[in-house]
Protein backbone atom coordinates (compact mmCIF):
# COMPACT_ATOMS: atom_id res chain seq x y z
CA UNK A 1 0.00 0.00 0.00
CA UNK A 2 1.43 3.71 -1.00
CA UNK A 3 2.52 5.95 1.54
CA UNK A 4 1.61 9.50 1.50
CA UNK A 5 4.32 11.20 0.48
CA UNK A 6 4.42 15.04 1.27
CA UNK A 7 6.44 17.83 0.28
CA UNK A 8 7.84 19.01 3.60
CA UNK A 9 8.13 22.83 5.15
CA UNK A 10 11.11 24.40 5.35
CA UNK A 11 10.52 25.66 8.71
CA UNK A 12 11.85 24.73 12.73
CA UNK A 13 9.55 21.74 13.04
CA UNK A 14 10.86 20.45 10.25
CA UNK A 15 14.81 20.83 11.20
CA UNK A 16 13.39 19.42 14.75
CA UNK A 17 12.20 16.12 12.71
CA UNK A 18 15.70 16.09 10.79
CA UNK A 19 17.47 15.73 14.16
CA UNK A 20 15.75 12.05 15.00
CA UNK A 21 17.15 11.05 11.29
CA UNK A 22 20.74 12.23 12.67
CA UNK A 23 20.62 9.98 15.35
CA UNK A 24 20.13 7.25 13.39
CA UNK A 25 21.84 7.98 9.74
CA UNK A 26 24.92 8.26 8.50
CA UNK A 27 26.89 11.89 8.72
CA UNK A 28 26.46 12.00 4.52
CA UNK A 29 22.89 11.17 4.74
CA UNK A 30 22.25 14.39 6.75
CA UNK A 31 19.90 16.74 5.40
CA UNK A 32 20.10 19.36 8.59
CA UNK A 33 22.33 21.56 6.57
CA UNK A 34 20.54 21.78 3.63
CA UNK A 35 17.74 22.20 5.38
CA UNK A 36 19.25 25.19 7.64
CA UNK A 37 20.26 27.19 4.37
CA UNK A 38 16.55 26.70 3.18
CA UNK A 39 15.62 28.30 5.95
CA UNK A 40 18.04 31.19 5.71
CA UNK A 41 17.49 31.69 1.90
CA UNK A 42 13.40 31.43 2.65
CA UNK A 43 13.19 28.96 -0.22
CA UNK A 44 9.44 28.28 -0.27
CA UNK A 45 9.68 25.56 -2.83
CA UNK A 46 11.10 22.71 -0.72
CA UNK A 47 13.12 20.18 -2.04
CA UNK A 48 12.58 17.96 0.85
CA UNK A 49 9.73 15.10 0.66
CA UNK A 50 8.74 12.61 3.69
CA UNK A 51 6.69 10.44 4.69
CA UNK A 52 4.49 10.92 8.34
CA UNK A 53 3.31 8.25 10.50
CA UNK A 54 1.07 10.24 12.70
CA UNK A 55 2.60 13.13 13.54
CA UNK A 56 6.43 11.41 13.24
CA UNK A 57 8.46 11.74 10.26
CA UNK A 58 9.40 8.46 9.43
CA UNK A 59 10.85 8.79 6.05
CA UNK A 60 12.63 11.63 4.42
CA UNK A 61 14.30 12.54 0.90
CA UNK A 62 15.28 15.47 -1.33
CA UNK A 63 14.36 16.23 -5.01
CA UNK A 64 16.42 18.23 -7.13
CA UNK A 65 15.54 18.98 -11.13
CA UNK A 66 18.73 19.26 -12.87
CA UNK A 67 18.32 21.26 -16.08
CA UNK A 68 19.72 19.28 -19.77
CA UNK A 69 22.51 21.64 -20.15
CA UNK A 70 23.92 19.90 -17.07
CA UNK A 71 23.10 16.49 -17.78
CA UNK A 72 25.95 14.26 -18.14
CA UNK A 73 24.34 10.95 -18.09
CA UNK A 74 21.47 10.53 -20.96
CA UNK A 75 21.69 10.59 -24.52
CA UNK A 76 19.85 13.03 -25.58
CA UNK A 77 20.71 15.49 -22.81
CA UNK A 78 17.52 16.17 -20.70
CA UNK A 79 16.02 17.40 -17.49
CA UNK A 80 16.35 14.78 -14.91
CA UNK A 81 16.13 14.58 -11.18
CA UNK A 82 18.48 13.74 -8.08
CA UNK A 83 17.32 11.66 -5.65
CA UNK A 84 19.38 11.98 -2.20
CA UNK A 85 19.13 10.96 1.04
CA UNK A 86 16.39 8.42 1.09
CA UNK A 87 16.56 7.88 4.45
CA UNK A 88 13.69 5.76 6.86
CA UNK A 89 13.80 5.04 10.68
CA UNK A 90 14.69 2.01 11.68
CA UNK A 91 11.59 0.73 13.04
CA UNK A 92 9.17 1.62 10.46
CA UNK A 93 12.03 -0.12 7.47
CA UNK A 94 10.74 -2.58 5.48
CA UNK A 95 7.83 -1.30 5.08
CA UNK A 96 7.23 0.46 2.09
CA UNK A 97 8.20 3.81 2.94
CA UNK A 98 11.25 4.21 0.65
CA UNK A 99 9.77 2.28 -1.71
CA UNK A 100 6.56 4.94 -1.82
CA UNK A 101 9.38 7.63 -1.96
CA UNK A 102 11.10 6.33 -5.15
CA UNK A 103 7.33 5.78 -6.95
CA UNK A 104 6.43 9.78 -5.65
CA UNK A 105 9.99 10.45 -7.34
CA UNK A 106 8.94 8.34 -10.47
CA UNK A 107 5.70 10.14 -11.16
CA UNK A 108 7.11 12.91 -12.83
CA UNK A 109 7.95 10.70 -15.90
CA UNK A 110 11.49 12.14 -16.33
CA UNK A 111 14.68 9.96 -15.76
CA UNK A 112 16.39 10.10 -11.99
CA UNK A 113 20.15 9.42 -11.06
CA UNK A 114 20.55 8.50 -7.03
CA UNK A 115 23.68 7.07 -5.39
CA UNK A 116 23.17 3.90 -3.64
CA UNK A 117 24.66 3.55 -0.41
CA UNK A 118 26.05 0.74 1.57
CA UNK A 119 23.69 -2.25 1.88
CA UNK A 120 21.24 -0.46 -0.18
CA UNK A 121 21.93 -1.88 -3.87
CA UNK A 122 19.06 -4.32 -3.53
CA UNK A 123 16.81 -2.11 -2.99
CA UNK A 124 17.69 -0.07 -5.93
CA UNK A 125 17.34 -2.85 -8.36
CA UNK A 126 14.07 -3.75 -7.06
CA UNK A 127 13.57 -0.15 -8.19
CA UNK A 128 14.80 -0.58 -11.94
CA UNK A 129 17.54 1.37 -11.54
CA UNK A 130 20.64 0.71 -12.96
CA UNK A 131 24.38 1.09 -12.70
CA UNK A 132 25.06 4.75 -14.54
CA UNK A 133 27.58 3.32 -17.61
CA UNK A 134 29.37 6.95 -17.48
CA UNK A 135 31.27 6.97 -14.18
CA UNK A 136 32.65 10.04 -14.19
CA UNK A 137 31.19 10.79 -10.80
CA UNK A 138 32.90 7.87 -9.14
CA UNK A 139 36.47 9.66 -8.93
CA UNK A 140 34.19 12.11 -5.86
CA UNK A 141 33.24 8.23 -4.60
CA UNK A 142 30.18 7.67 -5.67
CA UNK A 143 27.92 5.11 -7.15
CA UNK A 144 25.68 6.16 -9.35
CA UNK A 145 22.42 4.83 -10.58
CA UNK A 146 19.72 5.60 -13.18
CA UNK A 147 15.92 5.22 -13.78
CA UNK A 148 14.67 5.17 -17.01
CA UNK A 149 10.79 6.01 -17.31
CA UNK A 150 9.11 4.45 -20.68
CA UNK A 151 10.37 4.97 -23.77
CA UNK A 152 14.09 6.57 -22.61
CA UNK A 153 16.54 3.88 -22.34
CA UNK A 154 20.20 5.36 -23.76
CA UNK A 155 23.26 6.96 -21.68
CA UNK A 156 25.79 8.48 -22.52
CA UNK A 157 28.76 6.46 -23.22
CA UNK A 158 32.18 6.99 -21.31
CA UNK A 159 34.35 9.86 -23.07
Known amino acids: MAKKVERLHVNFKTLEEFKKFREFGHQELSMMEDLQDNLIENDSESPFYGIYFGEKLVARMSLYRVNGKYDRYFNPPQDYLELWKLEVL ?28 IKSQEFWEKMGFQPATYDMERDKGENPLIWFPEGVTEQKANS
Do not use: E, H, M, W
Request: cysteine-free; overall charge positive; charged content about 20%.
Open 90 to 117: PDYQDQGYGTSLVQFAKQYGVPIKTNAR
